[in-house]
T-cell receptor, first 108, second 114 residues
Framework: EDKVVQSPLSLVVHEGDTVTLNCSYE??????LLWYKQEKKAPTFLFML????IEKKSGRLSSILDKKELFSILNITATQTGDSAVYLC????????FGTGTRLTIIP | KAGVTQTPRYLIKTRGQQVTLSCSPI?????VSWYQQTPGQGLQFLFE???????NKGNFPGRFSGRQFSNSRSEMNVSTLELGDSALYLC?????????????FGPGTRLTVT
C-alpha cells in the first residue's frame, strides 16, 4: 500500500519569508509525485514530478524530487498572504495516494 | 478551456437515502477519478473510469458505485447513506496530451447526511 507523509503538519510564517514543505513516500511502483494547493475549495494542481533532480518552477514556487531517498520538497519564496492554504502531496498515477497536507499560514 | 464541473455543489440527504453526483471532465479528457475528502481521513481514492470502464477501485464498500458515459461524463452513486458518508466528493480528470498523469480537480460536491 502506497504511503505519503508530509511535514510539518502546520507552519506559520511572516510575509516575505521562505518556506520548505516536505513530502516522503513509499510506493510499490513509482510513476509520479504531484503537489496541490487547497484553499477552501478543491485542490489546485501545482506540479507533477517524475524524474529525480529536475526542479520544476512556477514563479515563487519550486519543487524537486529525490527518487533515491524517496522524498520531494516544495519551496515558496517571498511568501504572500495569498499563499496561505493546505499543500497536498500525492503519489501514484492515475490512482493518487495523498498525504495529510501541510497547513501554511502567512501572517501579514 | 472550461475546467472540471461537478453538480450539485451542495446536497443534504437523510440516512438510508441514495444520492447521485455528476462530473463533467475537461474537454478532451477521457479519464475521471473520484475522491472522498473528510477531516479525519483526508483525500481517499474511490474509483477511476476510462472510456466507460472502471479501471481502479479504492477500498470503499459496494454502496459506492459509479459509471461513465460515452461523452466521458461520470456519475457516482451512494446507496443507503450513512452519517459517515458526509464529505466533500471530488472528481478529477486527466488526459492532457503529453501529460497523461496530471489530474485536475473539480470544485466538489459537499454532501451532508443527517
Amino acid at each position: 500500500e502506497d504511503k505519503v507523509v508530509q511535514s510539518p503538519l502546520s507552519l506559520v510564517v511572516h510575509e516575505g519569508d521562505t518556506v520548505t514543505l516536505n513530502c516522503s513516500y513509499e510506493v510499490t511502483n513509482f510513476r509520479s509525485l504531484l503537489w496541490y494547493k487547497q484553499e477552501k475549495k478543491a485542490p489546485t494542481f501545482l506540479f507533477m514530478l517524475t524524474s529525480s533532480g529536475i526542479e520544476k518552477k512556477s514563479g515563487r514556487l519550486s519543487s524537486i524530487l529525490d527518487k533515491k531517498e524517496l522524498f520531494s520538497i516544495l519551496n515558496i519564496t517571498a511568501t504572500q498572504t495569498g499563499d496561505s492554504a493546505v499543500y497536498l502531496c500525492a503519489v501514484g498515477a492515475p490512482r493518487l495516494t495523498f498525504g495529510t497536507g501541510t497547513r501554511l499560514t502567512i501572517i501579514p | 478551456k472550461a475546467g472540471v464541473t461537478q453538480t450539485p455543489r451542495y446536497l443534504i440527504k437523510t440516512r438510508g437515502q441514495q444520492v447521485t453526483l455528476s462530473c463533467s471532465p475537461i474537454s478532451g479528457h477521457r479519464s475521471v477519478s473520484w475522491y472522498q475528502q473528510t477531516p479525519g481521513q483526508g483525500l481517499q481514492f474511490l474509483f477511476e473510469y476510462f472510456s466507460e470502464t472502471q479501471r481502479n477501485k479504492g477500498n470503499f464498500p459496494g454502496r459506492f458505485s459509479g459509471r461513465q458515459f460515452s461523452n466521458s461524463r461520470s456519475e457516482m452513486n451512494v446507496s443507503t447513506l450513512e452519517l459517515g458518508d458526509s464529505a466533500l466528493y471530488l472528481c478529477a480528470s486527466r488526459g492532457r496530451s503529453g501529460k497523461p498523469y496530471e489530474q485536475y480537480f473539480g470544485p466538489g460536491t459537499r454532501l451532508t447526511v443527517t
